[in-house]
């Protein structure tokens, strides 16, 4: 998917035009728009992830979003 393609290219650029898309997708395109934003590993992705991360209580989402900012480290993932 075209989604999927923006992750592994790794341009934080992608990055807001994912967030509006999260917000208007259904299930399976914002759990691909979760591992795209773990694979592109910018801190960029850490606010969106941290927040669905707090919001959810989905199992798959919550796993998919954890291996997200795992990918993606630092501090800021950390505290998320």
Request: hydrophobic share 50%; glycine share 4%.
């Amino acid at each position: 998917s075209l989604i999927s393609v923006m992750g592994k290219l790794s341009d934080a650029a992608a990055i807001p035009e994912l967030v509006k898309e999260f917000e208007l997708s259904k299930r399976d395109v914002q759990l691909a728009i979760v591992d795209a934003m773990g694979d592109i590993r910018s801190e960029l992705s850490v606010m969106l992830l941290a927040r669905l991360l707090r919001n959810t209580t989905d199992p798959e989402y919550l796993l998919r979003t954890l291996a997200a900012l795992a990918k993606i480290g630092g501090e800021r993932a950390s505290y998320a």
